[in-house]
């Protein structure tokens, strides 16, 4: 989507829709894994039905493809930055992100992160819907509990209280995501942020 030539399509605007923040879990046959996502819905609910969505360029996609199954684990207010730095700004096709986590399993064999998510809901994907740069998975649930009363962390407590307020000296584009500096007079319309992989659409000029 180009907002140069939709001047009427002020992205900014889907900042105003409420998120929450979660640490989808994972495994590929081989070891645990983690990534942070915001895109999690709950759809209908007899029977209940959870949609999440992932960026086909996370290793988590390729999992999911293959083993049909995930945890969503609620991350609380409590949740530190150096916990999104973990599972949000590295892959785990080159990093082991539950190494030194003592594994917590559920039912369904997949890990649960309790020191931080208030509750887990473990899902079964029963229906694919494939949006390009992303896949949307419909799953139905199989377990659920609530872990404490911690309320859940939102997008925007995350943005106001979470993220560290870098002061930035260089001059291009930040990642409003993630922190990623671009350096450059222009950046490219198709640019992916190799951390975070958001769009240039997330990308904010700086100095
Ligand atoms: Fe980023």
Redesign the pocket.
């Known amino acids: 989507m180009n907002t140069k030539i939709n001047p009427g399509i002020d992205l900014s605007t889907l900042y105003k829709i409420g998120y929450g923040l979660y640490l989808l879990t994972t495994n590929d046959g081989y070891k645990d894994n983690g990534l942070i996502i915001n895109s999690v819905c709950q759809l209908t609910s007899d029977p209940v039905r959870i949609m999440v969505t992932i960026n086909k360029a996370n290793y988590s996609f390729e999992t999911i493809m293959k083993q049909k199954k995930m945890i969503i684990n609620c991350l609380s207010e409590k949740t530190p930055f150096s916990v999104f730095e973990r599972f949000g700004f590295a892959s785990g096709r080159n990093t082991d992100k539950f190494k030194d986590v003592y594994p917590i399993r559920t039912k369904n064999g997949l890990v649960i992160f309790p020191e931080y998510a208030n509750s887990y809901i473990s899902l079964e994907v029963i229906d694919f819907v494939d949006m390009q740069t992303h896949g949307m998975f419909i799953c139905k649930v199989t377990e659920a509990k609530v872990l404490s009363i911690d309320k859940t962390m939102t997008y925007d407590y995350y943005q106001t209280n979470v993220k560290p307020k870098k002061q930035i000296t260089k001059k291009g584009y930040v990642?409003k995501?993630?922190g990623?500096v671009y350096e450059g007079e222009e950046l490219p319309e198709d640019f992916i942020?190799p951390?975070?992989k958001?769009p240039s659409s997330d990308f904010e000029r700086i100095n």
């Open positions: 990642c995501i993630c990623y942020c951390i975070c958001h």
